[in-house]
């Protein structure tokens, strides 16, 4: 089903698919709602579809957002979708379905609308392992950003599952926040250097592989290995493995590097002609802020590209008419 915000502010109605955007913002997270508020007070013609997925939904505050820590993400979302409102942007809840050359953004169960430019600011999945209480605990006590959430897990017992390589590196980073760090190999095997870096650093390390989370009174206590073992402890971090959400960008052609993700030049342009990339679709390391300011700068590019594109077809207009004079 899709739903459609009107903007009564600028007299308009649902998008039918009849109307011509100047841009499709595709992904309302903090890229996309930054990249539709600066082209709406360009007075472009702006529509925004989001799924309603963010990333960031199980954690109850965002931080590292200047003037806006400690945040719900679902409030700075809210306010976003709210100012976006102000300067006429259509928001429509929903999914697209298909991007057809020229550009047609067709719509699940909906219309085929046509825009000029395409940002595409759909972010990622993280892809969590399967074991029990991860799922429900991800984003709560199960962490995965230290710049997010170490500080209000300080000075407190902490792990880190050895799910990926990058899990080394978090368990050292977490000691500025805490000197009870516990290393649980889980799926890595770690090497002398590795071992020999968690030890100097204060990281204990202890070898096994965690069969569940284990929770009372609706917090995490430890940790259980496959031996019976529990690992008590208050809150825990692993590094899960980004999957970006660019099946839009993959169906319309854009260049991959040799790790998989979409290539953008500075502004967010990618390999094809009025196409653009912003956000954790196409950084996995971009925090809330960050994505935000990507979002601007495409929409800048965005709307620096379209005015030469108005500025060549007014000229071509000019010369025909004086021609014709």
């Excluded at 719900?72 to 409102?85: M, R, S, Y």
């Excluded at 799910?163 to 977490?174: D, E, F, K, S, Y």
């Excluded at 870096?197 to 592989?209: H, T, Y």
């Amino acid at each position: 089903m899709i739903k459609t915000t009107v903007n009564t502010s600028s007299g308009g109605a649902a998008p039918t698919g009849d109307e011509a955007y100047d841009v499709a913002v595709i992904g309302a997270g903090a890229a996309g709602l930054s990249a539709a508020l600066l082209l709406g007070r360009a007075r472009r013609r702006v529509v925004v579809i989001d799924a309603g997925e963010p990333r960031n939904a199980p954690a109850a505050h965002m931080h590292g957002f200047l003037s806006r820590d400690g945040l719900p993400p679902a409030t700075l979302l809210d306010l976003g979708q709210a100012e976006i409102a102000h300067y006429g942007v259509d928001v429509i809840r929903g999914r697209v379905e298909h991007v057809e050359p020229g550009y047609g953004v067709r719509l699940e169960g909906g219309p085929v609308l046509r825009v000029r430019r395409l940002l595409v600011a759909t972010g990622l999945r993280d892809e969590l392992p399967d074991i029990p209480g991860v799922r429900e605990r991800w984003g709560r006590d199960l962490l995965h950003c230290p710049y997010c959430h170490a500080y209000e897990v300080r000075d407190q017992p902490l792990a880190v599952l050895g799910t990926r390589p990058g899990a080394v590196h978090q368990a050292l980073l977490l000691r500025q926040w805490s000197e009870d760090i516990v290393f649980l190999t889980h799926a890595l095997e770690l090497s002398e250097q590795e071992r020999e870096q968690l030890d100097a650093f204060g990281v204990s390390i202890v070898e096994g592989q965690a069969v569940r989370l284990v929770v009372d009174d609706d917090r995490l206590r430890g940790i259980e290995l496959t031996d019976g073992r529990v690992i008590p402890r208050a809150a825990a971090f692993l590094f899960p493995r980004p999957a970006p959400r660019d099946d839009l960008l993959a169906l319309l052609g854009c260049a991959k590097d040799d790790q998989g993700w979409v290539v953008t030049d500075r502004t967010g342009r990618t390999s094809v002609p009025g196409v653009w990339a912003a956000g954790n679709v196409v950084d996995p390391r971009a925090q809330v802020i960050a994505a935000a300011g990507m979002g601007s700068t495409a929409a800048f590019a965005i709307n620096a590209d379209l005015l030469h594109e108005d500025v060549e077809h007014a000229t071509a207009r000019h010369r025909a008419t004086a021609a014709q004079a």
